[in-house]
DNA sequence: GCGACAG
DNA sequence: ATCTTGTCGC
């Protein structure tokens, strides 16, 4: 998959690496009588952020008798979890099998036996993408100032689910509100060969959410309206959430909207109210990047992706309305859609197997 | 030892 | 996000 990004004067092409090739066909080169950790892979592609995700791979292995993730062990040198048939006592056997030694269901001497993300020979993906958000964040940023005067009046609301198999597939839905009503909702499939690693939301999102965007925008065109994302915008280690990726690739103002922070610290003490919401600034190394928002036991937070201020993305978002949920009205229809449409497909698969 | 870690 | 193979730092 090969994207295209056009804004002011530049055209930067990215291709999307298949994270879950790229893993499986790495354990089969695993030599002979090693083995490696979850953090080894991790570092292998770029981040070390990424070891969890490498856990959740491995226990999606559906080819256990052909890759062998019983290779994969803690770096603390427990020897895991394995979830393929005959769980951690098979997994033991196998080791044992490649004469790793094991006491106490602990590999003894580990770096003896260690393969390093040294020897792996991967090309690091997550660096260099984690570089173009870095080089995309500067632009980002660029196009929230002097941006308090726009006027959200309608809003597209986007969000996704994920039938489990593999690939991911993704089940993408947006819904159109012209002034408060529903107008259009459209909903996408597409399969994702991109896991979810924090920080790298939009590697993984981006792709499905634009074809549900652009599937609203076939029927016609609207202005004055901006776009809220199911994750963060600035509110981002690199500045650059999946609300800021997509703004910039759409030249909309956008709007990220997470349930949970990635970064930063609440200052609690500067809260505000503003009818039955509070309110209070998210700082990241003092520098003030969203907010926090809480209605009865729930919270929300809000950062500006791109072509939105600040002071703006806040003001819209404590303008949605929660009725009795967790989260604005808003952003529930979408999710509500998309969950729908997994359960029945779910189901379809199910009764066909 | 416990929390942190968007979806 | 689902239904559970992590790691580091305080």
Same mark, same amino acid.
């Given at each position: 998959?090969?994207?295209?990004?056009?804004?002011?004067?530049?055209?930067?092409?990215?291709?999307?690496?298949?994270?879950?090739?790229?893993?499986?066909?790495?354990?089969?080169?695993?030599?002979?009588?090693?083995?490696?950790?979850?953090?080894?892979?991790?570092?292998?592609?770029?981040?070390?952020?990424?070891?969890?995700?490498?856990?959740?791979?491995?226990?999606?292995?559906?080819?256990?008798?052909?890759?062998?993730?019983?290779?994969?062990?803690?770096?603390?040198?427990?020897? +895991?979890?394995?979830?393929?048939?005959?769980?951690?006592?098979?997994?033991?056997?196998?080791?044992?099998?490649?004469?790793?030694?094991?006491?106490?269901?602990?590999?003894?001497?580990?770096?003896?036996?260690?393969?390093? =993300?040294?020897?792996?020979?991967?090309?690091?993906?997550?660096?260099?993408?984690?570089?173009?958000?870095?080089?995309?964040?500067?632009?980002?940023?660029?196009?929230?100032?002097?941006?308090?005067?726009?006027?959200?009046?309608?809003?597209?609301?986007?969000?996704?689910?994920?039938?489990?198999?593999?690939?991911?597939?993704?089940?993408?839905?947006?819904?159109?509100?012209?002034?408060?009503?529903?107008?259009?909702?459209?909903?996408?499939?597409?399969?994702?060969?991109?896991?979810?690693?924090? +920080?790298?939301?939009?590697?993984?999102?981006?792709?499905?959410?634009?074809?549900?965007?652009?599937?609203?925008?076939?029927?016609?065109?609207?202005?004055?309206?901006?776009?809220?994302?199911?994750? =963060?915008?600035?509110? =981002?280690?690199?500045?650059?959430?999946?609300?800021?990726?997509?703004?910039?690739?759409?030249?909309?103002?956008?709007?990220?909207?997470?349930?949970?922070?990635?970064?930063?610290?609440?200052?609690?003490?500067?809260?505000?109210?503003?009818?039955?919401?509070?309110?209070?600034?998210?700082?990241?190394?003092?520098?003030?990047?969203?907010?926090?928002?809480?209605?009865?036991?729930?919270?929300?937070?809000?950062?500006?992706?791109?072509?939105?201020?600040?002071?703006?993305?806040?003001?819209?978002?404590?303008?949605?309305?929660?009725?009795?949920?967790?989260?604005?009205?808003?952003?529930?229809?979408?999710?509500?859609?998309?969950?729908?449409?997994?359960?029945?497909?779910?189901?379809?698969?199910?009764?066909?197997?």
């Amino acid at each position: 998959m090969i994207i295209n990004y056009t804004f002011i004067t530049y055209r930067v092409s990215l291709e999307l690496p298949n994270i879950y090739g790229i893993v499986y066909s790495l354990l089969k080169k695993i030599p002979q009588g090693k083995v490696t950790t979850y953090g080894e892979v991790a570092r292998g592609l770029g981040d070390l952020k990424a070891a969890r995700t490498i856990g959740r791979l491995m226990a999606k292995n559906i080819w256990y008798k052909y890759i062998p993730c019983y290779k994969v062990v803690h770096s603390d040198s427990r020897i +895991g979890k394995y979830s393929a048939p005959g769980g951690v006592k098979k997994k033991m056997e196998l080791l044992a099998k490649d004469q790793i030694p094991i006491e106490n269901g602990k590999i003894v001497h580990l770096n003896k036996y260690l393969w390093s =993300h040294k020897e792996m020979n991967l090309f690091p993906y997550l660096q260099s993408l984690m570089r173009m958000q870095q080089y995309l964040s500067k632009y980002a940023l660029k196009t929230t100032e002097h941006r308090s005067h726009i006027t959200c009046k309608n809003k597209i609301s986007c969000d996704v689910a994920y039938i489990d198999s593999l690939p991911d597939i993704a089940i993408s839905s947006c819904v159109l509100f012209e002034n408060e009503n529903v107008s259009e909702i459209s909903i996408t499939i597409s399969p994702v060969y991109f896991p979810y690693i924090p +920080g790298y939301l939009a590697f993984r999102e981006l792709v499905p959410i634009l074809f549900s965007i652009k599937k609203l925008y076939e029927n016609r065109l609207f202005h004055d309206s901006c776009i809220l994302i199911d994750g =963060h915008g600035l509110l =981002h280690p690199r500045k650059l959430g999946i609300a800021s990726h997509i703004g910039l690739l759409l030249n909309k103002p956008t709007i990220g909207i997470a349930k949970k922070l990635l970064v930063g610290k609440p200052l609690i003490k500067k809260r505000k109210r503003y009818l039955d919401r509070t309110y209070y600034p998210i700082a990241v190394n003092g520098e003030i990047l969203g907010y926090g928002i809480e209605k009865d036991k729930s919270k929300i937070f809000v950062s500006p992706g791109a072509y939105i201020s600040l002071d703006k993305a806040l003001e819209v978002t404590l303008s949605l309305s929660w009725g009795n949920r967790r989260e604005p009205y808003l952003m529930i229809l979408p999710h509500v859609i998309s969950s729908y449409f997994r359960k029945h497909l779910d189901n379809l698969i199910r009764s066909r197997a």
